[in-house]
């Protein structure tokens, strides 16, 4: 049974402020609880309304009804499990290799798509402009779909970041080189801009390089390729030299 206390606790968790106050988030779904479980993350809950997670031992597996989760849950249709972990002190970053930053993506979605491309190419950080939606937003998580276990995100001064990156720093421009026609290194850093704007004037004044995906549609018309899917073909052809 889930309590009133707790029900009003964990859909506080559906706000940032919230989150960061009680330093917990929420995951939903068997698989990314499971990730999670398997991972460094600390479970604090997991309410099951199935016979599932019982390597969860004592008070930390609770069962509770379907209307009950409906309750606490952030999805438009409840799963059936939801979990409550706590968020684990901001890790150092690594600058080497290839690294992604995002200039203030706000869907979260994306973000989660994004992460489990990282996860996917093997980019081991993400760095995040302070305006990025939170990594921890309900959504997010869910979108990671487990890849938020294996991917380190860090949020940071981003201007203050790539001006102190010794490494290349490609920025994504509709106006950039041809990244079919050019040699990507695997050490540098590739900056992905807002879902609307882009990347912003100031960020745009640190790239050293200024990359882009071509369009081969005969109108060329179509203004702009959706930040997720952008990432996914971008890596790719970065990662196409390491094979």
């Given at each position: 049974?889930?309590?009133?206390?707790?029900?009003?606790?964990?859909?506080?968790?559906?706000?940032?402020?919230?989150?960061?106050?009680?330093?917990?988030?929420?995951?939903?779904?068997?698989?990314?609880?499971?990730?999670?479980?398997?991972?460094?993350?600390?479970?604090?809950?997991?309410?099951?309304?199935?016979?599932?997670?019982?390597?969860?031992?004592?008070?930390?597996?609770?069962?509770?009804?379907?209307?009950?989760?409906?309750?606490?849950?952030?999805?438009?249709?409840?799963?059936?499990?939801?979990?409550?972990?706590?968020?684990?002190?901001e890790k150092t970053y690594s600058?080497?290799?290839?690294?992604?930053a995002l200039d203030d993506v706000?869907?979260?979605?994306?973000?989660?798509?994004?992460?489990?491309?990282?996860?996917?190419?093997?980019?081991?950080?993400?760095?995040?402009?302070?305006?990025?939606?939170?990594?921890?937003?309900?959504?997010?998580?869910?979108?990671?779909?487990?890849?938020?276990?294996?991917?380190?995100?860090?949020?940071?001064?981003?201007?203050?970041?790539?001006?102190?990156?010794?490494?290349?720093?490609?920025?994504?421009?509709?106006?950039?080189?041809?990244?079919?026609?050019?040699?990507?290194?695997?050490?540098?850093?590739?900056?992905?801009?807002n879902e609307a704007n882009g990347?912003?004037?100031?960020?745009?004044?640190?790239?050293?390089?200024?990359?882009?995906?071509?369009?081969?549609?005969?109108?060329?018309?179509?203004?702009?390729?959706?930040?997720?899917?952008?990432?996914?073909?971008?890596?790719?052809?970065?990662?196409?030299?390491?094979?």
């Amino acid at each position: 049974m889930v309590s009133k206390n707790q029900i009003k606790l964990i859909r506080s968790l559906q706000q940032k402020k919230y989150r960061k106050q009680h330093e917990l988030f929420i995951a939903e779904g068997a698989k990314v609880i499971q990730e999670l479980i398997n991972s460094n993350y600390e479970l604090v809950n997991v309410f099951v309304t199935e016979n599932i997670f019982t390597e969860v031992i004592g008070a930390k597996r609770i069962e509770i009804t379907a209307s009950d989760l409906e309750k606490i849950t952030a999805l438009k249709t409840a799963n059936n499990c939801l979990a409550v972990f706590k968020i684990p002190s901001e890790k150092t970053y690594s600058t080497e290799g290839l690294l992604v930053a995002l200039d203030d993506v706000r869907d979260p979605g994306n973000l989660g798509t994004i992460l489990r491309l990282c996860d996917w190419f093997g980019i081991t950080n993400l760095i995040c402009s302070e305006d990025t939606v939170d990594i921890y937003n309900p959504k997010v998580v869910q979108a990671t779909m487990g890849s938020i276990a294996r991917v380190n995100v860090s949020y940071v001064n981003l201007p203050q970041f790539l001006q102190s990156y010794t490494h290349p720093i490609f920025g994504t421009f509709m106006d950039g080189e041809n990244i079919y026609k050019d040699k990507l290194p695997n050490q540098g850093i590739i900056v992905m801009g807002n879902e609307a704007n882009g990347i912003s004037a100031e960020i745009e004044n640190l790239c050293t390089r200024r990359i882009a995906i071509p369009r081969f549609g005969n109108l060329q018309v179509t203004e702009s390729l959706n930040v997720a899917t952008a990432t996914a073909i971008i890596l790719s052809e970065f990662k196409r030299s390491d094979v």
